[in-house]
């Protein structure tokens, strides 16, 4: 339909990564948490995503370098899109390559905990992870061109 033309762009380009517009394929990336697991469904180029990684260290590094009680300690690397917290940035693997990894990458947990906060990982384990039809075709059209 026109409308949707309009919003997502003609279905014989790439997708973009949605901080630079590079074609995403070339690089893709996601954030994990401390387990290894997603904290959410996007994806960017794994330069982007190592910058925002890089931001967050340079924040916390001006913060110790100051050592003023009255500024709060800074957030650490979040998702630019949805703010979730992670702890690293990993390349989206090939499937024909390493399915396994793949599998893992592409699956986001769905949150146990109920409403936020707590551990982003919690009750999360390989046994819990489903790949839906949503985020799988998200995780292919990352990797496609």
């Not at 967050?56 to 979040?78: C, E, L, N, T, Y």
């Not at 399915?99 to 384990?125: M, Y």
Request: glycine content about 8%; some cysteine; charged content about 25%.
């Amino acid at each position: 339909p026109p409308l949707l033309t309009l919003e997502c762009g003609p279905g014989d380009q790439p997708v973009e990564c949605s901080v630079c517009f590079d074609p995403l394929h070339v690089n893709p990336a996601v954030f994990v948490g401390d387990a290894g697991y997603r904290v959410c469904g996007h994806f960017m180029c794994l330069n982007c995503a190592e910058h925002v990684l890089d931001e967050a260290s340079d924040r916390m590094r001006a913060w110790r370098a100051r050592r003023d009680p009255r500024i709060h300690k800074p957030q650490g690397p979040v998702c630019p899109l949805c703010r979730a917290p992670f702890s690293s940035a990993v390349r989206l693997t090939d499937p024909t390559v390493d399915p396994r990894s793949f599998f893992h990458l592409a699956c986001v947990p769905e949150d146990r905990t109920g409403g936020g906060g707590g551990d982003p990982d919690a009750e999360r384990s390989p046994e819990t992870l489903a790949l839906t039809e949503r985020h799988a075709m998200g995780a292919l059209t990352a990797l496609l061109p």
